[in-house]
């Protein structure tokens, strides 16, 4: 199975706020990049769920995929707290975009791993994401 890489992030200004999100996923040396259109009325935690979500959705293949991530929002809220369970079934913040994970994680053909990356600390993947989502929020000036 191919194994491939998901590097991820959002980007809000203010919080709440204008958002964007950025996904780079990586696979056999090949790189592609994807990226939101900015969006009105949102948060940050909104946004990094989004590249994940929209990252996920990229796959065509089954694979053995890691998300990397500089949201502890999202990398615990999958590997601790369960969020994803409590999203399909309870109230929690962004509960429908947790669904909408949760989902994509169930999906047989992929197997899904999360890694949590300190940001802006020169991590190529991340730092490439980082600037993609603010780069996207930079143009609606």
């Not at 009105?40 to 293949?61: C, F, P, Y």
């Not at 369970?85 to 989902?103: E, I, M, P, S, V």
């Amino acid at each position: 199975m191919k194994q491939v890489t998901i590097y991820t992030d959002g980007s809000c200004t203010p919080n709440p706020g204008l958002m964007s999100w950025a996904a780079v996923l990586e696979c056999d040396g090949v790189r592609k990049e994807v990226v939101s259109d900015y969006l009105e009325d949102g948060t940050n935690q909104r946004a990094e769920l989004l590249a994940v979500i929209n990252g996920l959705r990229m796959l065509k293949k089954p694979c053995i995929v890691t998300v990397v991530s500089d949201s502890q929002y999202v990398v615990n809220g999958v590997t601790e707290w369960n969020l994803p369970y409590k999203g399909t079934k309870g109230k929690c913040a962004n509960n429908d975009l947790w669904a909408d994970l949760y989902g994509l994680l169930q999906r047989p053909e992929y197997h899904v791993s999360f890694q949590w990356q300190r940001g802006h600390v020169g991590h190529r993947g991340n730092e490439r994401a980082d600037t993609l989502a603010y780069n996207r929020l930079q143009e609606k000036d």
